[in-house]
């Protein structure tokens, strides 16, 4: 099977990459990493947009994140120690795979690169851009996307803050088939996470990204043996949700809902 990743870089995205490429070697050809913050937007253009709907708070937290993950992982390099879960750099120069950068992954020259690659599957692991057609009908055998929520509950953005924000007691990973809206296509495969008491953003994040990895590896074994499920999302029970603005980190942190500490990021690396 030949595999392409479409993808956002991100600890989380990078395990289940990763896993990927251990459990089927040879098989992903290439990866195709997001070079957006927001689709559409510059990185200053971006960068306002977060701070004016979510503020300061949360935009800190959102660059530590992604700051701490690429300073721990040259941090390890140094004192000689391999991260347990690399960058996309790393990948690239350990397996070969060749990684192309695209702030549009349905733009005429990326297309390009995905056709040479002749895809099977095209899988989407926390990617931050809407496919459109020309894209999803590709691969010979499916594109699907990996969602850390139960779809159709938490469409859209940062499921676990959702969760967290809204009390909820249970989340989940949905694997499922791409179609030209976010989130809303056929469900492949679907398990459920208990929401722990003690639960934190990263924490969870973590969690959901261990079972998408198990989940990835059981969809591909369910292609291969022909007729997977394609089972409709129930509308009624659907809920989509965008960038949280001030009033919802409010009510977040109302219900005792924490981001997770820098430690934990580094335990988890």
Avoid at 67 to 86: C, D, E, K, N, S
Wanted: proline share 7%; with cysteine.
């Amino acid at each position: 099977m030949r595999i392409v990743i479409l993808t956002y870089e991100s600890l989380y995205a990078n395990l289940m990459t990763h896993h990927l490429i251990q459990v089927r070697p040879g098989q992903v050809v290439g990866i195709v990493r997001s070079d957006c913050l927001i689709y559409g937007r510059s990185l200053p253009g971006a960068l306002w947009y977060l701070l004016r709907r979510t503020g300061w708070r949360f935009v800190g937290r959102k660059a530590l994140e992604l700051f701490q993950t690429r300073a721990m992982g040259y941090a390890f390099r140094l004192i000689g120690r391999t991260p347990r879960i690399p960058g996309l750099r790393e990948i690239q120069a350990r397996y070969g795979i060749p990684v192309v950068g695209s702030r549009d992954v349905n733009a005429p020259e990326t297309l390009a690169v995905l056709r040479a690659w002749q895809p099977d599957v095209i899988l989407s692991i926390y990617l931050n851009q809407l496919i459109k057609r020309a894209v999803i009908t590709l691969p010979r055998l499916g594109c699907l996307n990996i969602h850390p929520a139960l779809l159709p509950r938490n469409r859209g953005l940062f499921p676990y803050f959702w969760v967290l924000a809204n009390g909820e007691r249970e989340t989940g990973v949905t694997l499922h088939w791409v179609d030209e809206k976010f989130d809303t296509g056929p469900i492949l495969l679907q398990e459920v996470i208990p929401v722990q008491p003690n639960e934190t953003i990263t924490s969870l994040a973590y969690r959901s990204a261990v079972v998408g990895a198990r989940l990835l590896e059981r969809g591909l074994d369910l292609i291969e043996a022909g007729n997977p499920p394609r089972i409709p999302q129930d509308e009624r029970e659907a809920s989509y949700h965008s960038w949280p603005g001030r009033k919802d980190q409010r009510r977040f942190r109302e219900r005792g809902g924490r981001y997770g500490t820098v430690f934990d990021l580094a335990r988890y690396m």
